[in-house]
């Protein structure tokens, strides 16, 4: 069963001044896990904006000797997020067949973001600026470290369980997401507290959370 609770913004509408700069690939720098979610994101999961790159470098540095960042997924095009987010979308109204399209919307939009508003609306969601990251930390032998769940099963556990903060964590689960945060945050990047593997830097969440006027970086066009 679904908790409705909708007194959270679904998006953030917080100005953009594009920077322009360009996106880069990770490969060899940070380690990368499989293409996530589709075979369509195979060319573009691992971009990221310069800046992100050059703060995951940072983040990296301030690990303990042995452990690693990997990127699960950094830039996605945007046809690709309006399909996953059709998809939560649908998820969700199966899940609770009384809920009205609004409310499903905003439920929808907690843990993938929209590229248009319930009124139509274009934006400009985190993933498609490339400023945007879902990371984890790996050991020497590249085992995801402990965080509770991985990652890839966002939509098959409660959606509880996928916040920064949840209740009824391990020790270790508890250790594991606060050194990530600690690292992250350390480099320059915001965390969506919905997630705990997901980090900004640069786009309008970032700017909202960070207390800047304005985003840096915009829809990302490959």
Sequence with gaps: MIHLDISSPAVVATPIAECGEGLVSVHGLIELGPPPE??????YYHLVRQGVLHRLLQA?????PGLR?????GYRSPKL????????????????????????YRIAARLVAPTQSIDGDP???????????DVEIIDEVGQVLD???EIKQWREVPPSLCETQAAGLSATAHHNRAMLC????????????REWWHFSYGDQYWALLAGYSHAVYGSSPI
């Design 60 to 64: 990296q540095l301030s690990l303990p």
């Design 38 to 43: 589709s075979p369509s994101s195979k060319p």
């Design 81 to 104: 997020q309006q399909q996953l987010f059709q998809s939560h979308l649908n998820q969700v109204m199966s899940e609770a067949s009384d809920i009205s399209l609004t409310d499903a």
């Design 147 to 149: 965080f509770g769940m």
């Design 123 to 133: 934006l400009t969601p985190p993933h498609c600026s490339g400023g945007a990251v």
């Design 69 to 73: 960042l990997r990127l699960y997924e």
């Design 182 to 193: 600690a690292v992250m945050s350390e480099a320059g990047f915001v965390n969506y507290h």
